[in-house]
């Protein structure tokens, strides 16, 4: 086989069908969030970032800065091994005791991503659990999918959000069988939320486990940043919430939280957790510090909340498509793949708004869309700037308005 032209080959073909990913080349800027500097091949200019993860902008947060130079300067660069030879830092020991807090747990336990969490902990209780069946949203998160498939356990697949489904498939299923229901609260790609309560109380009939992915949502809802859950006095309802440093909280790092047993249980089982090294405490004293400004400041989300109105108001204004969602993501849709990308490549090139294009197989062909995440950091002129843009790009390139 000559490898190198099975690489080429499987790459042209992927640029041929439009799916080939470019990555934008950027460099954030502290105190100028959300602008940023894009390196193009003819130079450098600056931005307006408007697909960003780092919902609340924490990532140039001074309080979380000063504590990571803080840190950094005390313990180095490193963590210095797994969590189980001498990696377990006083900073990451502080950051679970600061989560089990957040979330009203016993416990809590940090994983180097949300990703590896996610991955973890499902294919640990699936492979660990004798018996051990999962029951999972079909738009749950790949770190999902591929967990519960590792774990090898039995699984099952409800439709998106639909109660009757789930409950179609708890009915069949003995009571003293062990199972877990696993999905996500804000999903991320159509910003649609679960009906919590409502999978709570199915758990609770059928005598279930629940396992919350509050991924696009820690930092961002409840009165103290703890996600959904807290917003619907819902948390100590759940057996295990899921999340990630490194989104509304602007730093890196994922976690688990639920009862002290069930920590226990993955720190002692968990493959992707035992085998890693744990997160260098300048991160660990970063997230601890961003956590704890976020839930101490309940009006950045209130600002958040504002901005986010204020864009999905604008683009009515004009007629431009966007799903209605009771989140913070606002998807406007384009719904072809290479108008999809040309539009984004317009709107950086011409207008320096970047908004990456999101296309198949992130989303069903035909729903094709840019995936507008405001945060409380872009201003109002800043959208009516992007909002003049996209108008100029729409008729540039003949797209679909909404219906007036
Ligand atoms: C991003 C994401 C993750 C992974 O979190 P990271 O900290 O980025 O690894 C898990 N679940 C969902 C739904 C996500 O969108």
Not at 119 to 132: E, I, R, W
Not at 346 to 359: A, K
Request: net charge negative; aromatic share 8%.
């Amino acid at each position: 086989m000559d490898y190198e032209k099975f690489f080429a080959e499987r790459i042209n073909a992927l640029q041929d069908e439009g799916n080939y990913r470019v990555f934008a080349d950027l460099e954030r800027k502290v105190g100028a969030f959300p602008r940023a500097d894009n390196y193009r091949e003819n130079g450098v200019e600056e931005v307006t970032v408007w697909c960003s993860n780092d919902y609340l902008g924490m990532g140039q947060n001074e309080e979380v800065l000063q504590a990571m130079r803080e840190a950094l300067g005390k313990c180095g660069a490193g963590a210095g091994g797994t969590r189980n030879i001498s990696g377990t830092n006083h900073y990451h020991v502080l950051l679970e005791e600061e989560l089990a807090k957040l979330h009203g747990t016993e416990a809590a336990l940090i994983f180097t991503s949300g990703y590896v969490a996610n991955f973890t902990t499902l294919s640990t209780l699936g492979s660990k659990m004798p018996g051990m069946l999962i029951i999972s949203d079909d738009q749950n998160h790949n770190s999902m999918i591929e967990g519960i498939r590792l774990g090898r356990s039995e699984k099952v697949v409800f439709k998106h959000n639909d109660l009757e489904d789930l409950e179609r498939i708890l009915k069949d299923v003995p009571l003293d069988r062990p199972k877990m229901i696993a999905f996500e609260s804000v999903y991320s790609m159509d910003g649609d939320i679960a009906p919590i309560k409502e999978i709570c109380d199915l758990a609770d009939k059928y005598n279930a486990m629940t396992y919350i992915d509050e991924v696009h949502a820690v930092g961002l809802y409840g009165e103290h940043g703890a996600g959904v859950a807290e917003r619907d006095g819902l948390m100590d309802r759940l057996t295990i919430i899921q999340g990630t440093m490194a989104k509304g909280f602007g730093v890196v790092g994922g976690y688990i939280a639920g009862s002290k047993a069930m920590c226990d249980f993955v720190r002692s089982f968990g493959q992707g957790f035992i085998f890693s090294t744990s997160i260098p405490p300048a991160v660990a004293a970063g997230c601890r510090a961003s956590i704890q400004y976020v839930s101490q400041h309940n009006e950045i989300r209130l600002k958040h909340k504002e901005r986010v109105r204020y864009l999905r108001q604008k683009l009515d204004a004009v007629g431009i498509p966007h799903l209605d969602n009771p989140s913070h993501i606002i998807p406007v849709m384009v719904g072809d793949p290479v108008l999809c990308k040309q539009a984004s490549d317009m709107l950086m090139e011409h207008y320096n708004q970047y908004v990456q294009p999101i296309n198949y197989p992130t989303v069903p062909k035909g729903t094709e869309r840019l995936r507008f995440t405001p945060s409380p950091l872009h201003s109002e002129e800043m959208i009516n700037e992007l909002v003049a843009c996209l108008v100029k790009v729409w008729e540039h390139l003949g797209l679909k308005k909404a219906a007036a």
